[in-house]
Structures are given as structure tokens and as C-alpha cells.
């Protein structure tokens, strides 16, 4: 089945600064790469996700890039501000429909005002 | 609020008690899911139901039992679980893939 890699684990960055979460996975069949931001004692809330027919995705602050012969997808956030602290997880997923999603481990992200 | 809706938020139950986490969504989303959340593993898909069908039981050991009566209620009901047990147990609908979460129930297994 699928596998999903994720790094760092954990990721300080000063105020102001670019972040950069990378994910892998394993399997080529998969066509669907979210990311979901987990702030203190709530649930995992998705921030953007890409799907295999694109490159590249911007909403604002978050980027996210897709690069299918490698299989790998990484998360953007520039200039970061102290709310963007938080787990951010990837997933990946195959096929269509309802097909459930692997997770990464997540990465901690604290950034330091 | 995420429009998915768990309670209640925190338990805390002894290994002999039987008790039963409820997730609610009015979002119209036809799938709905329990992962469990532990400290430093990924999250760990347990059930899937799509159209209140269970298609998926990722070899969850018997003592979780869910339930989906209809496509907006899904429920776990624990009995004589162990203190590796304990984590946050999520709950999340989804329409082609978008997953919402709820904020989950934390178990503490005593």
C-alpha cells in the first residue's frame, strides 16, 4: 500500500521567514496531495491540496509543488507569522471518489516572533 | 466549529467500562472516518463507511465496534480496551477526498 514520508519532524523558523515541509511517497499511482494544519487541541484542518494533473498551487502565503517523477510534494509558507505555528501533516491518496487518505507524521512548526 | 461535531471531548474510562464516542456532520459529505491520533505516529485510518457501507476495517482489533446508522452519525463504541488505547480518536466526513475533521475525543484508558 501507499507509504508517506515526512520531514523535518520539527521546524523553527524566525518571524518573517520561508518554511519548507517535504513529503514522499510511494506509490505513482497517487493523484491527490493535501495538507492539513493542526493548531492546539482541534482537529486536522485542510490548508490546500494539489492534484497530479498540476505542478504547482498558490493560495496567498502556502505553496504547494508537485513533482510526479520523483515522487515528492513539498509545503510552502512565506513570511511566516506566529499563527502559522502549528502540525502540519501531508497526505496522499489513490484513485477517485472517497478513497481514504495515508498521512505523513507530521511536521511541529514553531515560528519565533 | 468545522461543521463535523465529536463528543464528548474527553474521556477518561476504566478497562472493564463500555463507552461510545459520537461524530456528527451536516456538511452532505456521503463518507465518514475514525482515525486514531498517538504521540509520535502518523494517523492511523480504523474505519471507512461510504453511504453508511463499511468498506474499510484496517485489522482493528475487536474491541472498537463502530457504527454508522445514517450518512450524518457515525459512532465507536469501546469495550475492555487496553492503556495503549489512549490517544485522540478523530473523526472526519469527506466529499471526493476533502477531508473536515472534528476535534476529536481524547481517551485515557485507566
Known amino acids: 500500500g501507499e507509504n508517506v514520508e515526512q520531514h523535518p519532524s520539527t521546524l523553527s523558523v524566525q518571524e518573517g521567514d520561508s518554511a519548507v515541509i517535504k513529503c514522499t511517497y510511494s506509490?505513482?499511482?497517487?493523484?491527490?496531495f493535501p495538507w492539513y494544519k493542526q493548531e492546539l487541541g482541534k482537529g486536522p484542518q485542510l490548508i490546500i491540496d494539489i492534484r497530479s494533473n498540476v505542478g504547482e498551487k498558490k493560495d496567498q502565503r502556502i505553496a504547494v509543488t508537485l513533482n510526479k517523477t520523483a515522487k515528492h510534494f513539498s509545503l510552502h509558507i512565506t513570511e511566516t507569522q506566529p499563527e502559522d505555528s502549528a502540525v502540519y501533516f501531508c497526505a496522499a491518496s489513490i484513485g477517485s471518489g472517497n478513497t481514504p487518505l495515508v498521512f505523513g507524521k507530521g511536521t511541529r512548526l514553531s515560528v519565533i516572533a | 466549529e468545522t461543521g463535523v461535531t465529536q463528543t464528548p471531548r474527553h474521556l477518561v474510562m476504566g478497562m472493564t467500562n463500555k463507552k461510545s464516542l459520537k461524530c456528527e456532520q451536516h456538511l452532505g459529505h456521503n463518507a465518514m472516518y475514525w482515525y486514531k491520533q498517538s504521540a509520535k505516529k502518523p494517523l492511523e485510518l480504523m474505519f471507512v463507511?461510504?453511504?453508511?457501507?463499511?468498506?474499510e476495517n484496517n485489522s482493528v482489533p475487536s474491541r472498537f465496534s463502530p457504527e454508522c446508522p445514517n450518512s450524518s452519525h457515525l459512532f465507536l463504541h469501546l469495550h475492555t480496551l487496553q492503556p495503549e488505547d489512549s490517544a485522540l480518536y478523530l473523526c472526519a466526513s469527506s466529499q471526493d477526498r476533502a477531508y473536515t475533521f472534528g476535534s476529536g475525543t481524547r481517551l485515557t484508558v485507566v
Open positions: 463507511y461510504n453511504f453508511k457501507e463499511q468498506t
Open positions: 506509490d505513482s499511482a497517487s493523484n491527490y
